[in-house]
């Protein structure tokens, strides 16, 4: 895909690694011909508000279903769990109708409100919460601590590598959303990088020069964000807090 997003489309499907003819057309042709940068922008603006927003209440979410106690906690959880087994397409339909008497069609907050709930962010982060020492907690409430300053000053912050992994997790999963934005929004000024690839590739079939620039510069955010943040994920496979 990089290799032949600098080639021209006459050798685009030579199947050489290396461009005989290179050229940055491409990438030029791509961000002036088509509203490319505001593509771009639209998926990370929905992807940072998602993973935020996503990331503070399941973390209050898994912190009240491992630490707390209160009546049907488990069942709670096991409903929580379940659906996982649910897969996309089979709530797609019940969501688009959910969405359309709420009037969230076409708007920013339709591709950002249903995308919060996860299951699988809560139950990794109960996980988690479940292998932390109580006596850092028991310390605290005996200190004049209440669940609220518990879980702000002291879970939170032994919280960071498995937080940062799911922060990956969740943006990369919105970064590369298509099914509900291309059911969700009609307004062009809504379209996500992934939607503009696929209209740009219906546009454009035979230019498949254009079509791999495209994708290799929605690529490059996530990459960088992996380099960065790949420490953070080795450690979120541990189940402990504190070594």
């Not at 030029?28 to 940068?37: G, I, R």
């Amino acid at each position: 895909m990089l290799t032949s997003s600098f080639k021209t489309r006459e050798t685009v499907t030579d199947g050489k690694l290396i461009p005989t003819d290179f050229t940055f057309d491409n990438f030029v042709y791509v961000f002036t011909e088509v509203p490319f940068a505001r593509y771009l922008w639209n998926s990370f603006f929905i992807s940072a508000v998602i993973t935020i927003a996503a990331l503070f209440f399941h973390s209050m979410a898994a912190y009240a279903l491992a630490r707390l106690r209160f009546p049907g906690r488990e069942k709670l959880f096991g409903a929580i769990f379940a659906t996982l087994l649910v897969t996309a397409p089979v709530v797609l339909i019940p969501l688009f109708m959910v969405a359309r008497e709420l009037g969230l069609l076409d708007s920013y907050a339709g591709l950002i409100i249903p995308a919060i709930f996860n299951a699988f962010g809560i139950f990794l982060l109960r996980q988690f919460y479940l292998g932390l020492p109580k006596e850092l907690e028991e310390a605290a409430v005996i200190d004049g601590c209440g669940h609220w300053r518990v879980y702000w000053n002291i879970v939170l912050p032994m919280s960071r590598p498995i937080l940062s992994a799911l922060a990956i997790f969740f943006f990369l999963a919105n970064w590369n959303a298509f099914v509900w934005p291309l059911v969700a929004t009609s307004d062009q000024d809504l379209t996500v990088v992934q939607l503009g690839i696929a209209s740009f590739q219906t546009q454009y079939t035979s230019n498949w020069n254009y079509i791999l620039a495209a994708a290799t510069v929605a690529a490059l955010p996530m990459l960088i964000l992996f380099f960065v943040f790949q420490r953070q994920i080795v450690e979120s496979i541990k189940t402990s807090g504190i070594k």
